[in-house]
C-alpha cells in the first residue's frame, strides 16, 4: 500500500468513528469529579496490585486535564508521564488508545504525528449516562496489562 492511500485508509478510518459523534456536546458530559476519579483508580491500582505490576495511573477530565494520580512504588519512570499522556488522548479524541495503536500497526506510524496521540493501549474514556467524562489509563507493564487495570478501574464505577 502507497503512503498516500494508507494515509487516507487511516483517516477515513478516523471520520468513520467519529462520525458517530455529531458534536462534542453530545458526547462529552460533566467533567468527572475529584471523587468519580478517585473511584476509577482505585480499581485499576487494586488490579494493577493483585498482579504485582508496578503502575502509574492517571484519571484525567474531557480537556485531558489531571483529575487524579496514582503511581507504585518503584514504577518505571517514563511511565509516570505515559500514563498521563494515555489519558490525555483517550479523552481528547473520545476513543480508546487501543485504537490508534490497531491503526497504526496495519498502516504505519503516520498518525504518531497528530497531537495527544499516543498508539499504546491502556488509555480508556469514562463513561457516565453515556457520555465521555474523562479517561483512565495505566501505564508500567505490556499494554495488554495496561489496558487490562485501566479496565478493571471502568468495572467497579
Known sequence: ???????????????????????????????????????????????????????????????????????????????????????????VYKRPTRDFFDVTAKMGPFMLNMDHVIAAPGGIPVMKDGKIIGAISASGGTGAQDEQCAKAGLAGF
Not at 480499581?43 to 487524579?68: F, I, P, Q, R
Open 1 to 91: 500500500m502507497s503512503k498516500w492511500a494508507a494515509t487516507a485508509a487511516a483517516i477515513g478510518f478516523l471520520s468513520v468513528t467519529t462520525s458517530a459523534f455529531a458534536s462534542d456536546a453530545d458526547v462529552y458530559g460533566p467533567d468527572i469529579t475529584l471523587s468519580q476519579a478517585k473511584q476509577v483508580a482505585a480499581g485499576a491500582v487494586k488490579e494493577c496490585a493483585a498482579n504485582k505490576w508496578l503502575m502509574a495511573v492517571a484519571v484525567v477530565d474531557t480537556h485531558g486535564a489531571l483529575v487524579y494520580y496514582e503511581k507504585a512504588d518503584n514504577t518505571e519512570v517514563a511511565s509516570a508521564q505515559i500514563a498521563l499522556d494515555k489519558a490525555t488522548s483517550a479523552a
